[in-house]
C-alpha cells in the first residue's frame, strides 16, 4: 500500500513543462531525502532523481526535482513523447525503517 | 556494470510458498552502505516495497508482510533469497529485486535510492 500521495495523472504537449507533486508525513518525506523513478510502458522503473534533486549520469537536465517540507515535486520542462511514463516518488520511512512509494503518475503528452 | 537477475517460479498455487533468487553481478553483497531490496508491482498497480538486506545482514520487512517473508543472503554465491509464504491470489505481481544504497546527509537525513534493478518476475498464484 502506498504510503505517499501523487495525481494519477498529468499532461502536457510537446515543448510543455509538467509537474508532480509528492505528499508525505513527518516520517518520511519531512524527515529524509526525495527520489523519483520513471517506468516506461513494460519495462523496470529507473532511478530518474536521487537525494531531491540530483540527477544520476544520463537523466537529461529537462528532469528536475525538488523538496519542502513533506512533499516532493518533480519537474519535467521541454516535454518529449519519450517522456509519456509513469513516474514514481520514493522516500526512506523512519516508522518503517525501509522505502515507500507514492501512488504512482501516468504522464501522456499529447 | 551493476545487474542484478531475479529467478523463482512463474506459477505458485495458493498457500504455497514462493521461493525468489537474486543472482547480483559487478558488485559485492559485502560493500558497506549497499544492499538489496525486494519490490513488488501488481499490474496496474503501484510499487510495494517487501524486504532488505543490507551488507552487515541488517534486515527490514513490510509491516504488513513481515509474518510471511524471510530475507537471507549468500555472499560468497552473490545471491539474496526472498520466501513468501502462504501465497495468495492477490499476492499475483511482477517481483524486482533492486540494489539499494543509504546514508546519512550532512543534516542528518537518510537519503536511501534503489538502483539498478532487475528485470523483474511476473509471478502468477492461481490453483
Known amino acids: 500500500q502506498s504510503v505517499l500521495t501523487q495525481p494519477p495523472s498529468a499532461s502536457g504537449t510537446p515543448g510543455q513543462r509538467v509537474t508532480i507533486s509528492c505528499s508525505g508525513s513527518s516520517s518520511n518525506i519531512g524527515s529524509n531525502t526525495v527520489n523519483w523513478y520513471q517506468q516506461l510502458p513494460g519495462t523496470a522503473p529507473k532511478l530518474l532523481i536521487y537525494n531531491n534533486g540530483q540527477r544520476p549520469s544520463g537523466v537529461p537536465d529537462r528532469f528536475s526535482g525538488s523538496k519542502s517540507g513533506t512533499s516532493g515535486s518533480l519537474a519535467i520542462s521541454g516535454l518529449q513523447s519519450e517522456d509519456e511514463a509513469d513516474y514514481y516518488c520514493a522516500a526512506w520511512d523512519d516508522s518503517l525503517n525501509g522505502p515507500v512509494f507514492g501512488t504512482g503518475t501516468k504522464v501522456t503528452v499529447l | 556494470q551493476v545487474t542484478l537477475k531475479e529467478s523463482g517460479p512463474v506459477l505458485v498455487k495458493p498457500t504455497e510458498t514462493l521461493t525468489l533468487t537474486c543472482t547480483v553481478s559487478?558488485?559485492?553483497?559485502?560493500?558497506?552502505?549497499?544492499?538489496v531490496s525486494w519490490i513488488r508491482q501488481p499490474p496496474g498497480k503501484a510499487l510495494e516495497w517487501l524486504a532488505h538486506?543490507?551488507?552487515?545482514?541488517?534486515?527490514s520487512y513490510s509491516t504488513s508482510l513481515k509474518s510471511r517473508l524471510t530475507i537471507s543472503k549468500d555472499t560468497s554465491e552473490s545471491q539474496v533469497v526472498l520466501t513468501m509464504t502462504n501465497m495468495d491470489p492477490v499476492d499475483t505481481a511482477t517481483y524486482y529485486c533492486v540494489r539499494i544504497g543509504r546514508l546519512i546527509t550532512t543534516v542528518r537525513e537518510v537519503n536511501a535510492w534503489l538502483d539498478p534493478w532487475g528485470q523483474g518476475t511476473l509471478v502468477t498464484v492461481s490453483s
Open positions: 559487478g558488485f559485492s553483497l559485502s560493500n558497506a552502505r549497499m544492499g
Open positions: 538486506i543490507f551488507s552487515n545482514d541488517e534486515k
